[in-house]
């Protein structure tokens, strides 16, 4: 069942000969600057050459200066200080960013990161009555804290000083819920503030560092957690008389957490990343420079592909399948043999991670293959029960990305209901609705939801609240519990309560140009590297042609999930073309079209009748010393 798609080609304009003379760059590439929403010759030169000096400077984020400062005042009076981060990438390099300043700094501080499968997301109780025990003076909190308003205020009556730092969104109310909202509540344990039309609930903290929060005036809000902290760092530093080199040495940390959090790789984001990539490049961390040798990269060749889907997934892996504090020692390391050790384990459980997250996928794929009522389903409901937890939201992305819907994957849980799923609230709610009674007879299942931009997956689950015992996520993604005898109504009311038509459910394909394969040459592929580091929000660019003559194809890889063609254009030029991934939807798609003997022909390289449309990014391919120019198939038709 192939996914629908709808192509079309980005039709923005501009003055690209223009562009293309005073930046001396080719008009193809003037014209993918334009298409990334980039507009002005300042903003073009700030997108080509921006380095630090770009960056807004930290004081300007409501509650920085005020956090560097109580933090300087804590660490004189020798006050034991705890970080408590959070169990993904996001959370690790937050939590090592700060961890490693405060001890420069001569903090006497430790750290300590929820268990996914114990805790579930954030502060707690726990975490709080294990700090009092131990006589912790100042919690400080990264990539997470800002919902926390129970447990920040507990923390409070317990006479500790919480400093939270965060980059989620703080909870709200709808403002015209406000009067009786706000009488009910406790002014010591939520601070409503009216901005925007909305409610704001902030916790009773000492000091929240947060871009989103009310009043906030710093200019760019899409930093993720360890960029916040990384703030704070800059600030401490500066008034501990540390220099700026040192601060800047921990901002590979804040740039891979940005790509690893799946943050917008634009405007100080995109300097974060590109100034993070060189230090990291070169970074003298064993723990990180062992990662990289386990998972056979070279240094100098870094790019936030690596960071995304080979480096940081092994940093996640330790906090899906183990405890993210393996990968934080692993940062922390002082020793080669101790990074080598834990890299070399990391890179397991990873290796792990992946194995099983493919035979889930499989294992959904195939119910919703045997079964014409999941076909026909706009909204994608499927029950694993042996699939890991926490691996849940990573098959969820894979069936939405291979069929284009909405979808929800739920297992049998694991770990307490009070977790809703591993998915942070952002959209500023969290519901439950389930009557909790006799939940134990029945059992309770468990899941995440991967979303499609017309479909608002948090909105859509509020209509069906009772079903669900809790729930929280945004539009985009959502975590959740029910009881397991409820799966099938969650199924057929959300169904029902759908009204995404066909046109939505086909997922836009947006080229940047259509360019004949025969216009590519290693010029215009060493040109695109100016517009790196590609990833949320600046995509890599994608290219088009048409009616390409399949002349021959051939499958290869060690697990045999590449397809390589030899295609040719109607102006006669070849080239070679890559398209990774599973080959059988794309032969199962060529026997629909063509037929099986075509299928039997191109792949003997007999001549056939194939003759497709490629969505491609070109690039070099180098082996033996020789090199030659190829295509990277993303979409086909």
């Not at 500066?238 to 943050?263: I, N, S």
């Not at 809790?470 to 539009?475: A, D, E, I, L, Y």
Request: a negative charge; aromatic letters at 8%.
């Amino acid at each position: 069942m192939k996914k629908k798609e709808k192509w079309y080609v980005a039709a923005k304009k501009a003055d690209f000969s223009a562009i293309a003379a005073k930046f001396g760059i080719d008009q193809v590439t003037a014209r993918l600057i334009r298409n990334r929403g980039i507009i002005g010759m300042d903003s073009i030169q700030e997108y080509l050459h921006g380095d630090l000096s770009s960056l807004h400077e930290p004081e300007l984020m409501k509650g920085c200066r005020e956090a560097a400062e109580l933090l300087e005042k804590k660490i004189q009076e020798g006050k034991k200080i705890r970080i408590i981060g959070d169990y993904d990438i996001d959370g690790v390099c937050a939590t090592y960013i700060l961890y490693r300043a405060i001890t420069a700094c001569g903090g006497n501080v430790d750290y300590e990161i929820p268990d996914r499968m114990k805790d579930g997301y954030g502060l707690n109780k726990r975490l709080i009555e294990f700090a009092c025990q131990e006589q912790v003076d100042t919690i400080l909190t990264c990539d997470n804290g800002i919902a926390a308003i129970e447990e920040i205020a507990y923390a409070k009556e317990k006479g500790m000083t919480v400093i939270v730092t965060d980059h989620h969104e703080p909870l709200f109310l709808a403002a015209d819920d406000a009067e009786s909202k706000e009488e009910s509540e406790d002014a010591a344990v939520r601070v409503p503030m009216l901005y925007e039309k909305r409610i704001y609930r902030l916790p009773a903290a000492d000091i929240v560092v947060n871009p989103h929060q009310p009043g906030c005036l710093y200019p760019y809000k899409k930093l993720c957690g360890a960029a916040v902290a990384w703030k704070v760092v800059c600030v401490l530093y500066r008034w501990m008389g540390h220099t700026k080199a040192e601060a800047d040495e921990l901002l590979a940390f804040a740039g891979f957490a940005t790509v690893g959090d799946v943050m917008d790789l634009d405007g100080e984001n995109r300097v974060l990343v590109k100034e993070g990539l060189k230090r990291l490049r070169r970074t003298k961390n064993l723990g990180m420079n062992a990662l990289i040798r386990a998972n056979n990269l070279e240094p100098a060749a870094l790019t936030s592909y690596h960071i995304g889907f080979v480096l940081g997934p092994c940093i996640n892996a330790s906090g899906r399948l183990d405890t993210a504090k393996r990968s934080l020692r692993l940062l922390l390391s002082e020793t080669e043999q101790e990074a080598e050790e834990i890299a070399a384990q990391l890179k397991e459980l990873n290796d792990e991670r992946k194995a099983m997250t493919e035979e889930a996928e499989k294992a959904a794929c195939a119910l919703i293959e045997a079964d014409k009522r999941h076909q026909e389903d706009r909204v994608l409901v499927v029950y694993l029960p042996e699939c890991h937890e926490s691996i849940a939201g990573i098959v969820a992305g894979r069936l939405r990305e291979r069929y284009y819907k909405p979808t929800f994957v739920l297992t049998d849980a694991k770990a307490p209901v009070e977790d809703a799923g591993n998915e942070p609230a952002e959209s500023g709610a969290v519901g439950s609705g389930a009557d909790e009674t006799n939940v134990a007879e029945s059992g309770i299942a468990k899941g995440s939801g991967r979303s499609i931009e017309a479909y608002s997956m948090f909105e859509e689950m509020v209509k069906c609240q009772d079903l669900f015992l809790k729930f929280g996520g945004h539009p985009m993604a959502a975590g959740f519990s029910l009881e397991k005898n409820r799966i099938s109504d969650m199924r057929r009311r959300l169904n029902e309560n759908c009204r995404l038509t066909e046109d939505e459910l086909a997922e836009k394909v947006s080229i940047d140009v259509a360019m004949p394969i025969n216009y590519i040459s290693s010029k215009v592929v060493e040109e695109l590297s100016l517009l790196e580091p590609f990833g949320k929000g600046n995509e890599k660019p994608l290219f088009a042609d048409t009616s390409l003559f399949v002349v021959s194809a051939r499958i290869l890889g060690k697990n045999k999930n590449v397809v390589k063609m030899r295609v040719q254009n109607r102006q006669g030029y070849t080239m070679d073309a890559l398209l990774f991934g599973d080959p059988e939807p794309f032969q199962t798609y060529l026997r629909q079209k063509f037929g099986e003997k075509e299928v039997q022909n191109v792949f003997s390289g007999r001549s056939n009748r194939i003759h497709m449309d490629f969505t491609y990014y070109p690039s070099i391919d180098e082996y033996m010393g020789r090199t030659s120019l190829q295509i990277i198939i993303k979409n086909y038709r």
